[in-house]
């Protein structure tokens, strides 16, 4: 699986932004995808994931009723709606997926396969 992240950029507080996780080389809908994003110096963190069907899905404390995640299986692709942007919301946000049984979905250590991360930057 090859996963391409995009949509990010540089936006001032309070604004919004769109990532989107494309996948190819097999269909995704069998797994279950997250977002995680890496501020520099520090460790790659959970921002939010969902399941196969898009039917459940589990965010971060400080992500929750901003940032929401969703899939479209049929595109092979995954997306994180951003709003009510922070300047502590800049990193690099990476896109993963996993097929595993159970996944700790909030733990990076559980993803197979990841994209090459997309810069988002929050200017006050």
């Known amino acids: 699986v090859q996963l391409q992240a995009s949509g990010g950029g540089l936006v001032q507080a309070g604004g919004s932004l769109r990532l989107s996780c494309a996948a190819s080389?097999?269909?995704?809908?069998?797994?279950?995808m997250g977002w995680f994003r890496q501020a520099p110096g520090k460790e790659r963190a959970f921002v939010a994931a969902?399941?196969?069907?898009?039917?459940?899905?589990y965010y971060a404390d400080s992500m929750k009723g901003r940032f929401t995640i969703s899939r479209d299986n049929a595109k092979n692709t995954a997306y994180l709606q951003m709003s009510s942007l922070k300047p502590e919301d800049t990193a690099v946000y990476y896109c993963?997926?996993?097929?595993?049984?159970?996944?700790?979905?909030?733990?990076?250590?559980?993803?197979?396969?990841w994209g090459q991360g997309t810069q988002v930057t929050v200017s006050s």
């Open positions: 993963g997926v996993t097929d595993r049984s159970n996944p700790t979905l909030y733990s990076p250590n559980s993803y197979d396969y």
């Open positions: 080389g097999r269909s995704i809908s069998t797994y279950y």
């Open positions: 969902i399941r196969r069907s898009g039917g459940v899905a």
